[in-house]
């Protein structure tokens, strides 16, 4: 019986479902096309030959499945032929490993490091850099071409933008990764006492979720169950992490349309609630406040009175500082039928968190495979229909409000002395996922163990690795000035794909 | 010599312009914000330093930002920007100023289209675009002017006995004041803060200039800004021995920061125009003049 599990569940790999690519492919199909989801793909070694792994959820029953599948020689069937959300998985297979997806319609690397193995040769012994990877091109008289980045004007994250423009209009838009790749999953493996530091910054401003998503797994291979004190607090630090990211997104997005009062507030504002994470466990980003078996800090009850205190006020003032955009004209008519992403698209791609929400898929990981607190009950999930930057806005503004409401509820149950249930040894030869809902999206995390018990691969999937397809294609016959914008309703990570 | 002082008082004043539109921006925003003097701590830096040219230009480039400053400064001329008349007046001086001005984009968008970069070609394309239309606006305005006054010239307009009044006055003062944001790029048309080269238009022509070359562009900007504000307030403003009205310095000045502090509400109040939006808006503001035309 092929093992189904939970999130945050472990299963031994004996009982992990195996079959070839050919059924392989077939299952992620059946699956994605009814409603599933592909949460990773990625391969590994085992027990001396590559394998595929698919980690496939069912968001009605909240069933996650574990599937493996030997590639023999130097290719396969490429997945991506028929599931387009394997595109960028099956890239990263290809570099990491050296095997030829076959059919595969855009094998470029993505993060333009060395195999890990001697392989096919797919990308050739040369490896250029990313920036100067060819790209694809329209040709023409009047088409133009704008290469934007991987040096941007702000300070931001490397990454480089190719548009293909005629006039203003944009036909294709191609974005390149890879820039500040640092090898994290290979780290975790190599050394065990940096761990948790490196799951932190694996995407800088979702510090909480991966944490979480990390402490989860290693929790469920050593069957260590932490306390509910513990699990609120989580879920309070998850809360607090995405209010501060959404405030941030909100003051950004106006200051793209040149709209200074908002953007002056939730700036501030943002501040207000990564101090409010601090008040937890003395960083403003979270770190250091969770560990294998539980958290580090506990809320007393004074904490958990001036964090009320905090919420408080701060939700005022981010009702008044983002109720500004709804009444403004100007604004509205920037933020409406801009950079809109259909469902069918959405689906299609495999969009997480609210950027899929904005296009009207009812899909969050608290909701759909619920763990920790979440079991309790998750905030409600909140969908729009129209998919453009003014959907992706809206969105994030109903989660805040879910959020605040969320934390103030959870808030009574994380008081107190959150003991630490200490992990032991991991069972060997296992497997465990877990699935968090990120501020940007699910993301999930996927660790094996050898026969010594000794982590042997871990995988994580940030949402942006899903995502920075779709502001690929919100940017389709939009014009070249709304890029920012839609770039920024988005707000992606760079870091959380390099990895 | 009163015109000496007005020509000296504009060039001395003008980076002043930016920094209350700033300060008033930061107002709204809860902000304390930077110094009204910030321009011309900026410019001190900038002077003191050295130019970098890239490899890929030529002496196009080097001469945008010199020839597009002197172009501004012979406009200034013309232009009674205070509180008497110009320093060089002749019948037709106000054809004169308005293609002065465009020499000076001229030049700016040669010297962009000479480094070769795909920005600034963009940017070069989005500024001759727009420029072309607020053009009839400007001149339609200017043709308002020159009829009620029957002159073409700065002086005799502005100091015959207010040529223009009434509804005319105010579509005119509309439509100017659209062609004032629009010539120096405030939103809603750019967004002068903004590092988001794909949204720029103006900026994204001069990014890179660097050091001196950069210094006097940021002057010039503000220079531009004087000149066509002290259009506004000249005509917003009773001025003109005619009306009995005195020719005032301390008015004029006054005018012309109020015109700065309303630039800054407008910017705090509403957002940028789509990009696809900005030619509605200026060929509104040519109808508002060729209204105004029709009927004064």
Redesign the interface.
């Known amino acids: 019986m092929p093992a189904m599990l939970k999130n945050s569940g472990a299963a031994a790999l004996s009982e992990i479902e195996r079959l070839s690519v050919e059924s392989l492919r077939g299952r992620i199909g059946t699956s994605v096309w009814g409603g599933g989801v592909l949460l990773s793909l990625f391969a590994l070694p085992l027990e001396g030959v590559l394998h595929l792994c698919a980690v496939l959820g069912d968001r009605k029953k909240s069933d996650i499945e574990l599937l493996l599948a030997p590639v023999e020689g130097t290719g396969y069937p490429a997945i991506t032929a028929s599931v387009h959300q394997a595109h960028l998985f099956e890239r990263e297979i290809a570099e990491q490993y050296d095997i030829r997806p076959e059919g595969h319609p855009w094998l470029k690397p993505v993060r333009f490091h060395e195999p890990y193995r001697k392989g096919a040769g797919v990308f050739g012994a040369e490896r250029p850099g990313p920036a100067v990877w060819d790209y694809f091109r329209m040709k023409g008289e009047e088409i133009h071409e704008v290469a934007v980045g991987p040096v941007h004007a702000g300070i931001i994250e490397p990454g480089h933008f190719r548009f293909q423009c005629h006039g203003e209009n944009v036909y294709h838009l191609e974005i390149q990764l890879g820039f500040q790749h640092r090898g994290i999953e290979r780290a975790t493996l190599a050394n065990p006492a940096r761990r948790l530091f490196y799951m932190e910054t694996a995407a800088g401003d979702t510090t909480a979720a991966h944490a979480t998503a990390y402490c989860r797994v290693v929790e469920a291979l050593s069957d260590c169950k932490p306390s509910p004190r513990a699990e609120a607090a989580r879920a309070i630090a998850l809360e607090l992490e995405r209010l501060a990211n959404h405030t941030g997104d909100m003051g950004a997005l106006a200051g793209d349309v040149g709209y200074l009062p908002t953007m002056s507030f939730c700036g501030r504002i943002r501040g207000d609630f990564l101090n409010m994470t601090a008040l937890l466990c003395g960083s403003r980003f979270g770190r250091g406040l969770l560990e294998e078996g539980g958290t580090r800090f506990d809320i007393t009850p004074a904490i958990a009175a001036e964090l009320s205190r905090r919420l408080d006020a701060a939700q005022a003032d981010v009702a008044g500082a983002v109720g500004l955009l709804w009444k403004n004209p100007s604004v509205l008519a920037r933020f409406e039928g801009t950079g809109a992403v259909s469902a069918e698209t959405a689906a299609e791609l495999g969009l997480v968190g609210p950027a899929a929400r904005a296009c009207g898929l009812k899909i969050d990981a608290r909701t759909d495979f619920p763990s920790g607190h979440y079991l309790a009950g998750a905030p409600e999930t909140v969908t729009l229909e129209t998919g453009d930057v003014y959907a992706r806005a809206m969105v994030r503004w109903l989660e805040m409000q879910q959020s605040l409401d969320f934390i103030r509820r959870t808030l009574p149950a994380a008081q107190g002395d959150t003991g630490l249930c200490r992990c032991g040894a991991f069972k060997p030869e296992s497997a465990a996922v877990c699935v968090e809902e990120g501020w940007r999206g699910e993301l999930c995390h996927v660790a094996f163990t050898d026969k010594d018990g000794k982590l042997s691969h871990y995988k994580i999937t940030d949402p942006s690795f899903k995502n920075w397809t779709g502001l690929a294609l919100a940017l389709r016959g939009q014009q070249i000035s709304d890029f920012p914008l839609c770039n920024k309703s988005f707000n992606l990570s760079y870091c959380g794909v390099d990895l | 010599m009163t015109a000496i002082a007005d020509f000296a008082a504009a060039l001395l004043l003008a980076p002043l312009l930016p920094g209350v539109i700033n300060r008033v921006?930061a107002f709204?925003?809860?902000?304390r914000g930077q110094s009204v003097f910030q321009l011309y701590y900026d410019l001190r830096k900038l002077l003191a330093k050295g130019a970098v040219y890239s490899s890929a230009s030529g002496f196009v480039f080097r001469l945008g930002p010199v020839a597009s400053l002197a172009a501004l400064l012979a406009a200034l001329a013309v232009m009674p920007a205070g509180g008497h008349g110009s320093l060089a007046s002749f019948d037709g001086d106000i054809i004169l100023f308005a293609y002065l001005l465009a020499l000076s984009r001229f030049v700016t968008v040669l010297a962009a289209l000479d480094t070769g970069s795909?920005?600034e070609?963009?940017g070069a394309?989005?500024e001759v675009f727009f420029s072309a239309l607020a053009e009839p606006a400007f001149f339609l305005s200017l043709a308002v002017l020159a009829k009620k006054a029957g002159a073409f010239s700065f002086n005799l307009i502005f100091l015959s006995a207010n040529p223009v009044t009434g509804t005319p006055l105010l579509l005119v003062l509309a439509a100017l004041f659209i062609v004032f944001l629009a010539e120096n790029c405030r939103?809603?048309f750019d967004?002068p803060?903004?590092?988001?080269?794909?949204?720029m238009i103006h900026e994204v022509m001069v990014l890179d200039h660097s050091g001196p070359d950069f210094a006097l562009i940021s002057y010039g900007a503000a220079l531009k800004m004087w000149l066509l504000g002290a259009v506004v307030v000249r005509l917003a403003l009773p001025f003109g021995g005619g009306t009995g009205g005195a020719q005032s310095p301390a008015l004029f000045l006054a005018g012309i920061f109020a015109l700065a502090i309303a630039t800054g509400i407008v910017?705090?109040?509403?957002?940028?125009?789509?990009?696809?939006?900005v030619p509605a808006l200026l060929l509104s503001a040519s109808m508002l003049a060729f209204a105004a035309f029709m009927v004064s």
């Open positions: 921006k709204f925003a809860g902000r795909s920005f070609g963009m394309s989005r939103i809603p967004d803060n903004t590092h988001l080269e794909l949204t910017e705090s109040c509403m957002a940028r125009l789509r990009l696809l939006k």
